[in-house]
């Protein structure tokens, strides 16, 4: 089994920058697709981005060109680079792992994921 541990979140105003990391642990890292959500109270569980062992990664479109996901494998950890952030980014922010690339980037996001962490919170205000 999968535990990941979130960290990195934090208070940033619009235009900051911050990354996120998330580490596994267990045995199945390097064969894992890995991802991050995000959620605000009140709403739904989004989609942000994610990345296969391979090193493919694929983003929701409100993130593209100013996030990026990339991986560690030595180091068994995820991270989520976030540039240029603005109001709307500020959520308490998942990572996921999932052995099926496919359940990982489903739309409306798929709730079975193997793995998730316990979130760390992005706020972006001024």
């Known amino acids: 089994q999968v535990h990941l541990v979130e960290s990195g979140g934090g208070l940033v105003q619009p235009g900051g920058s911050l990354t996120l990391s998330c580490a596994a642990s267990g045995s199945v890292f390097g064969a894992n697709a890995m991802g991050w959500f995000r959620q605000v109270p009140g709403k739904e569980r989004e989609f942000v981005a994610a990345?296969?062992?391979?090193?493919?990664?694929y983003y929701t479109d409100s993130v593209k060109g100013r996030f990026t996901i990339f991986r560690n494998n030595a180091k068994k950890t995820v991270y989520l680079q976030m540039n240029s952030l603005e109001p709307e980014d500020t959520a308490v922010y998942f990572c996921?792992?999932?052995?099926?690339?496919?359940?990982?980037?489903?739309?409306?996001?798929?709730?079975?994921?193997?793995?998730w962490g316990q979130g760390t919170l992005v706020t972006v205000s001024s």
């Open positions: 990345i296969n062992s391979g090193g493919t990664t």
């Open positions: 996921a792992a999932d052995m099926n690339w496919g359940r990982m980037v489903a739309n409306p996001p798929y709730r079975g994921l193997e793995a």
